[in-house]
Each structure stands twice: as C-alpha cells, then as structure tokens.
C-alpha cells in the first residue's frame, strides 16, 4: 500500500514529455547519448524524432541550397511527427512498450508516426561534415575545408555553409567557439571570392564571374556580391542627364527625360543578358538591378523633374507626370516582355511601378483638382470680364428657325469631337482660327438640306481620320492649348454676317473669305467638302454667337475639354489599377473633377446669367417707340429665350460627354454615387433657372402686349361712324399682339422638354386671357364695330388652338361666342345669350357676362331690359 503512494508521488512530481523534449533539443550529440543511457523512459524522448526535425530546421533557416539537395525530399514535411494524434502505437500506450516502465499519465504527446526518419538523416549529415567542423579546434595552418574544397569555390562555399547550420545545431560542448572559427572562415572566403569577382567583372569575364558569383551565393546567399555587381553599373554614379535640361526650349521639352528613359531601357536589356551568364535564376538579381534603378536612378530624376515643373507652371507639371507614367509602363512592358533575356513577372514589374508613384500620387491628384479649378474660373472670369461688350455689340441676330438648325449643327459637331482621342482635337475648342459665315437670305428648307449634308460629310470625315490613324494606348496628350490663330470677339462679331445685310454685301464679303481660306465650305458651293469634327465645330460655334450674350458655349466647351484633357490622365492611373487606397483615391479624384466641372458650369456660369437676365426682366418697362426697331421682339425676353436655348445645348453637351467618358468608370445606375447626384443637382439647378426667368418673362411678354393693345387699339376699331364701311378683318392691335406672341414662343422651339414646354404655353394662354378680358372691357362697341370685334376674337381663338393647350381653348372660345352679345339688336336675345351659360364652357361668371355687355354703345338704353331679372327681388 505504501509502494503504491510513493510510485504515484513520483509520478505526479516527473516532468511532462513535452518539458522533456524541450529540454533535450537543447544539449550537445554527446549528451544526449548519455541522458538515453539514463532510463527507457529518456530513451524514448532521446530517440525522438522531435529533436532531431528541429535540428533539421535549425540548419535549413541558413541553407543556400546545400541541405536541401542532400535530403531526399526538399519540398516535404519535414516534421515525421502527426501531434494531433494519439499517444498510442499499434493501439497501444507508449508505456506498454518499455518493460516494467510505470504507466505514464502524460499520455497526450503522440509519438504514432515516429519512425526515426529524421534521426537518420540528420545522423548523415553529422557523419559527412562533422569532421570538418571538428577540425576547426586546432588549425595551425590551411583547414581542411579549404584543403578539400579550395579548387572548387562553388563545393567549398556550399560545405562552410553547411558547417554555418551545424554550428547553430548546438552539437560539442565547444559550440561558441567554433562558431566563431566557422564564421571568421566564411568571412575569409567571401573576401577572396568577391575579389576574384571584382577583377573579372572589370576584365569583362562572364564565366570566370559565374564561378565565383556561384560561391558566394551557397555560401550566405550571395548579398554582397550582388550588391557589387548592382553598383558598378555606370547608370548609378555617371547619369549624363540632368533635371534641369528639360523646359529649356519650351513648356513641352522634356526631351532630356525621353532620353533617360531610352538610356534606362537599352541598360536593362544588356544587363538581362549579363545576369544570365553570371547568376543563377534563384538569386533574382534581374528584379534587384531594376528595382535599385527605380529606386536610386529614375526616383531622385523625377522627384526633381517634378519640382522644377511646378515651379513653372502648373500645366507643365501634369503633362511631366503624365508623360512619365507613359515612358514608365513602357519600361515595364519591355522587362516583363520577351525583349529581354530575363522577364520579370508582369505583377512585379507593375509593383515597382507602384512604388515609384506611390510618394507622388497625393502631390499628384491634388494638383490635378486645383489645377482644373482654376482653368475652370479662369474661364468664367475673362467671361464676365467681356460679357459688357458683347452686348453691346448688336451686329448679329439669328433668326428662332437658324437658331435651332445651328444647335442641331453644333450638337451633332461637339459628338464627334469628344469621341475622338485628344490628340486629334484641334484646338478649335478653344481658340478659333477664322469665323464661318454663311448667308442668311436662305429659306429654312435649304439651310436644314445644307445642314444635313454637312453632317453626312463631317461623319465621313470622322470615319475616315478614325480608321487611317493608330493610337497607342499610352499616348499621353498635352494638357496646354495648341498652336492656332485666335482672332478676337470683336473681330469675330463685326466680321459674322447679319440678318439686316444685304444679299449683295454678304455675297462679296463671303467670296473673300473663302477666297483665303479654301478649307471651310459654303451654301454657295457645288461641292460641300468634308469636314474635320473640330472644324464642324468651330463652324457652329460662330453661327451660335450671335445667341451668346449672358452665357457661352465657348466656356462650356473649353471647360469640357479642360476636363477631358484631365479626366483622360486620371484614367490612365485607373487602368493602370493602383491596390488599395490608391486605387480609391484616384476614382474619387475622377469624381471630383467632373464634379467640380458641374457645380462650376451650373452656378458660377449658368445661374448667375439667368439671375443677370431675370434682373433685365424684371427691370424693363415696354416703351411703344421701341416696337418700331425690334420688329415685335421684347429684347431682354429674346436674350433670356436665347439662353434657354444655350443652357438646354449645354445640358445636351454634359449628357454627350458623361456618355462618352465618364460611364466609362462610374456606374449611371448607381443612384448613390457623388457623380450622378451632382448630375442630378446640375440638371434641377437648370430647370429652376429656366423655370424662374420663364416666369419673369412672362410677365414682360404680357406687359407688352397689353401695350401693344392699349397703345395701338383705336376707339374707332370697334365703334366705327356710321357712315364708315367696316373692313373684316382682325384690327391692328389684334394682329400686332398676336404676331409679338408667336414670334416670342417661337424661340422657345425645342429649348426644353415637351411637359415644360406645355407648362409655359398653357401660362402664356391663361394670362393672355386675363390681359385680353381687361382690355376688351374697356372697349365701346357698337353693332357695325361687333363684326371687326368678331373677326379679333376668331384670330385670338386661332392663336390658343395653336397652341395646343387643351385647357386654354374653351377660354377663348367662349369670348368667340360671347363677341355675338354685340351684333344682335333685340334686348331680350341679348338677355338670353347673357344667361345661357353652357355657351361659355361655364368659365365665365354672369357678372363678367354683364361687364362685357355693358361695353356696347348702346348700353344705356338696352341695360333696363338686359338687367330686369338681376334687379328684381321676389321674397318668399
């Protein structure tokens, strides 16, 4: 009973195997030969292959490749031991293996799959080059590795490799010691090789390089040697060029760069063929070389490049970067390609890419979003720095039919133009060569006949540039303006043709200009030549000017290329694909600059003219002399219908161009992206505009309408003498209203959509009615003047069915049949028309039917009688 406590005290107080272990993985060979010697207990951990797995590892953390030859299996598990499974071997305890060993309660090591596979490899290893570890004790003289070994750089390197990892394995009592023995001959050898490397690298000896390249490399991994062979290539220390040399000759120059570039290329490639004679693939040394010229050789010349770029100008800046992001991705397409002995693997090659943008990309896109808003307020401020002039400048006036042929002339150009790549955009957008004019005596059937033609041509002359030129991919296009003669506003204005001029004029000053400039067709020719896209552009953009006096087609247009020119070099960092928040940081620039193109152009440009134009409306007074000059036209109402037209063109051109460019990389079903909702914002912003001056111009439209009919409405019109025959036919005042009206709308002929369009329409017709009722009840009408009042209310009522508003009609139709109250004679009839309130669609009150009845001439004899039933009273 007594023995039994003590075995289980004993037992409760021995170490767990895995302490063991442990323990043991750390003595010498020698030792643990004596601790198996100690119990079967310790037999079994000592024999354990554990210990001998890790001793394994141990010296594969420093092998170069030596070891891994030497074992059987390099790409194996080299732990021969499961720990998942059970302590039990042959379904029995590790205890029941050893005789007369007591149960060992620390049964959860699993030692199934110890075979003592890993003991026997390692006892190889320790019997091949123990002994040249062991000679190190006492060396008077050569040791014997370099005995052995000495003719044979690459064997001898991979051997004192060897000896490095059964240093580490702890094996003699001694082991601090000859460690160091092991290391100071290492040290040595690598002296040695590295010299006799140096010398054949200067005398141009690839073999004799290999061979000692090849040592160094099994020996500790060849760090150094290909350190040196980095360094000593002349593009590090004697780089002939130099930051400052490009931007000499102009903003573009940038030829100093170009060249580095080439230099950096025709390097690698003869590297490539250098590396592969020397080194072997496993040392990557193709990658090191180009990554060590990123880093050292094209970084610092960029950085630099950069600096001294936005120090000049900040478009001189974007065009550098842009044009190293193109030579740089041609660098890495040649060493990722198979123009090179070596290839590096493509996602490698586009990693370095990374790195040497990744210090430069905030600069970057920060300088690419102020650098857009600043063109972008330039533009609107040397805008409202002329907008006085221009409009004080009448030379031109379109007519409403030319103005919407030349908007559909212009549309159709601005399409073109955007599909095309920028570097065939001409710089029509933004300065313009000579003016296009054409004659305005055409009807309006040939001139859209014309238009078509030279929309067919235009097309034609797309397809045919489009499939003749190649574009590469990584062309990067200038974001400053092209060489072009730019001819002033005032020039531009005084030299296009007028309405007022006459067909003589036109003609001459026509057959001059196309006299010195042969390229730019007219109506006139027999033959309508082809167009270039930007010439059709800058052909509609003359004929537009005239349109053009609180806002600009010019500004919009050049600010949609300032942003394609800028949306464009975004792009190429988009598909270039930079990881992670990179990535998300150049598509929220993309973002951000579209965005700011749309406030920009909404508020600072679009509203703030129809605020101008609301403020000119509401300010003008009709005056009856002006009537004479403007042929019936309200001049700030046509200005602010002429913007209307301008701002729907521009909606057009945002619409043409986010189509073209920028569903490119964001999704137009995607409600949430910034991009749509400020698209979204940009397109209310305008409707409101429009939706306000429409009602302020209404108001003016009206005011002058009712002058025409209170200045111009004789007495004499519908109260003639007796003894004048009366002319059926509608008055003057009827006729000039009418005609101001019509000619007014008209210009509003596909400026918006049909829904407001019809909005307006029916407005203009409901406060028409109201102007119209408050003048004829100031009228005196007798009976030979109701026939001129009935031919007045037929040519009202032919009005309001023009225009098309279901609920307008029956207004004017019940003042067509309420005009029959003036050409009856007998009171009672009038008293019966009066009182037959279905005749008036029962939009007029009885009271309002009296009104008008009581402008008869002869009212006051016939009111007794029309007004009998409405005076008497009957009491109940």
Known sequence: ??????????????????????????????SLANVAMASRRFKVLAYDDEIWDTKLKIMLESDTGALAALLEDPNAKLSLIDKDTSFLINNKPLNTLIPGMSRDPYNERARAKSTGHARERFKELYIRIAPYYLDLRNINGKSKVLQDFGSAPETCGKTLNLLVGLGKCKVVDDWRELNDTVEALCQYFESASLHEFEIAYDSNKPAEMKVYAHAIIALNGGSLCIQTFLQKHPIFYDNPFKPEDNFVSSGLDIDSLKNLFAAITDAMKQQAELIIQVFPPSADVFYMFADRVFEDVMADYVTQLLGRAQTIDSSNYLYAISSILT???????????????????????????????????????????????????????????SSGER????????????????????????????ALPIDLVSSAATTIASPFQRSMQFSFKSEDKTANKRASSTLASVESTSSSTSFSPQSTPPSTPKNSVSIPRHQKT????????????????????????????????????????????????????????????SVAVNMIHVNKDSERRVQRFINIGFPGRMKQDIQKTFEAIFINLLKTLGHDHIQTAFERASKRLLSYKPDPESLKFNNGEVPPLTEFFGMVHLADLMQHM????????????????????????????????????????????IQVLLAQVEMILSTEQKPEDYNPPSDIDVDLKPTKACFDAIECLK???????????????????????????????????????????????????????????????????????????????????SPQDIKSVIHDLERYHGLMRIEDLFEFASCRADWPIIKKVVQKDMTDCSIM
């Open 743 to 825: 000619k007014n709308i008209s210009m509003l002929s596909g400026a918006a959509e049909k829904s407001t369009m019809d909005l307006f329409f029916s407005e203009i017709g409901r406060r028409f009615f109201e102007v119209l009722c408050k003048h004829l009840k100031a009228q005196t009408v007798n009976e030979m003047g109701g026939l001129r009042y009935i031919c007045d209310m037929n040519a009202y009522y032919a009005f309001a069915v023009d225009l098309k508003q279901r609920a307008i009609t029956p207004y004017f139709s019940a003042l067509k049949s309420l005009s029959n109250v003036y050409i009856i004679t």
């Open 654 to 697: 945002i619409q043409a161009y986010y189509d073209e460019e920028i569903t490119k990389y964001v999704d137009k079903h995607d409600f949430m992206n910034d991009i749509n909702k400020e698209k979204k914002s940009f397109e209310r912003l305008l409707d409101d505009c429009v939706a306000q001056g429409m009602d302020h111009g």
């Open 1 to 30: 009973m007594n023995f039994n406590n003590d075995t289980a005290n004993k037992q409760s107080h021995s170490l767990p195997p895995n302490v063991l272990i442990r323990v043991f993985e750390n003595l010498p060979i020698s």
């Open 327 to 385: 030579l740089v991705y041609s660098l890495v397409d040649v060493i990722t390609g198979d123009d090179v002995a070596i290839r590096i693997d493509k996602e490698r090659g586009i990693n370095l890419l990374y790195k040497l943008f990744f210090p430069l990309l905030d600069d970057y896109l920060e300088e690419e979003k102020k650098y857009v808003e600043k063109k972008y307020g330039k533009e609107i401020a040397d805008w409202n720095q």
């Open 494 to 553: 005084n030299s296009t043709t007028s309405i007022s001029k006459s067909p003589v004029n036109e003609s001459s000053s026509l057959h001059s200009r196309q006299s010195s400039r042969n390229s730019i067709p007219t109506p006139t020719t027999p033959e309508t030549k082809s167009l270039e896209p930007s010439d059709a552009l800058e052909n509609a953009q003359h004929e537009l000017d005239a349109l053009q006096n609180l806002l600009s087609l």
């Open 391 to 418: 409009r004080d400048d009448p030379s031109v006036r379109l007519t409403n039919q030319s103005r919407e042929l030349f908007k559909r002339n212009y549309l159709l150009a601005f399409k073109k133009v955007i």
